[in-house]
């Protein structure tokens, strides 16, 4: 356990949200679940207790479903391998639209997970909520790097 506590405090969120997103679209095996139990529990000591933690908390350790896992590893990909994504995507007034998003992150927010990348469509940082995201595919042509810490968007801003 003494292990397990100097690597919790090493892991940055970037990091914790990397390995959330390799188990969400793992599905529900024995291995995915004990995985899961095992990053709850490093989670669990790991923050504050409050409704935002706890909701946030239980996506990050609640299995994808389908459909959304496949979409989930052709992201991944694309943000290992500095790959622009186009995605067809339903913003929240249903409006459809077709974007390429050059992938930074993902990250968890209360119940949602999100693609945040730039998006060359509106020509700045866009989150995009998994569950509007109707496709996606590698365009196999290269992104920028992007600093993923500069990608937070339900992060607070220091004061300057």
């Known amino acids: 356990m003494a292990n397990a506590a100097t690597h919790r405090s090493a892991l940055t969120p970037a990091e914790i949200a990397a390995l959330a997103l390799s188990l969400a ?46 979409r989930a590893r052709v992201i991944a990909a694309a943000i290992t391998e500095h790959r622009i994504v186009r995605l067809v995507y339903g913003d929240a007034r249903a409006n459809v639209t077709i974007r390429e998003v050059e992938p930074v992150t993902c990250l968890v927010h209360r119940d949602h997970w999100y693609l945040v990348g730039w998006c060359r469509m509106r020509r700045g940082v866009r989150a ?9 595919e590698s365009t196999g042509m290269p992104a920028r790097p992007h600093r993923a810490e500069r990608y937070l968007p339900f992060q607070g801003r220091a004061a300057a």
Not at 32 to 61: C, I, K, M, Y
Request: proline content about 5%; overall charge negative.
């Open 25 to 70: 679209h793992l599905g529900a095996g024995p291995q995915a679940a004990t995985a899961r139990r095992a990053l709850r529990t490093l989670l669990d000591d790991d923050v504050a207790d409050g409704e935002v933690v706890a909701a946030t908390l239980q996506t990050l350790t609640t299995p994808l479903g389908p459909a959304t896992a496949d």
């Open 128 to 136: 995009f909520r998994f569950d509007r995201i109707l496709a996606v």
